[in-house]
């Protein structure tokens, strides 16, 4: 383990320090239905600021999901909504994330980061490899012996 | 949440896609219904239904501003 992260770190029992039931996640959440969580995100993420950093995140290729999941654990962590009514505003909130990157004219949008599955049926799978193989077969007889260890000519 | 992200969409599209292709009236008059009402039509009020109208209302906001520009 890295010395520097171990001394950045909390100490061991840190957690044990406070009173339990005082954290905020501990507390009742200030928002259970899900028009207001939609609300608070909304009135967040079109702020001047906001459109600035979510365009720049997207085009440094972070996926809007990942946004959306950091966002919303940190609204549970805060306590202004409660896991599950987070978890149903989840496309929304990455919905809102995509248009408000497209508006403010992001180059590049990643959703979830990761790529469609190539859908090849068997057929063309075949015929693609029999291909290659016809080809590497040429090349390798093509290819003049003229090595040290060549064999002669017979 | 990020897991399934892509099943719940597949869930949500059908919905969204369900009330654009509702048929319209051909009447235009002052006094003309403004959609064809449907006895199959039931009211759901599900948590699906109401997140797919929220993700078709920031898709038709995004086409307003994207097309007023």
Known sequence: MDAEMLINGPVPGCSLTVEPGNAPWEQPPKYVELADVVDYYSDKLVSKDSLQTIKDAANNGIPMTDLAEVMLKYGVMQGIHSIDVGSISFPIIVELLKTVAEIAGATQIAIDGEEEELEVDEETFRQVMNEAKMNVAEKASSVSKKGLMAKGEE | ?69
């Open chain 2, 1 to 69: 949440m990020k897991k399934n992200y892509r099943k719940v969409m597949a869930s949500i599209e059908p919905i969204i896609n369900k009330d654009q292709s509702k048929p319209k009236p051909s009447k235009t008059g002052l006094l003309s219904p403004s959609s064809i009402p449907s006895s199959k039509e039931t009211k759901s009020n599900d948590v699906m239904t109401q997140v797919a109208k929220y993700v078709k209302a920031i898709r038709d906001k995004k086409k307003e501003v994207i097309n007023g520009r």
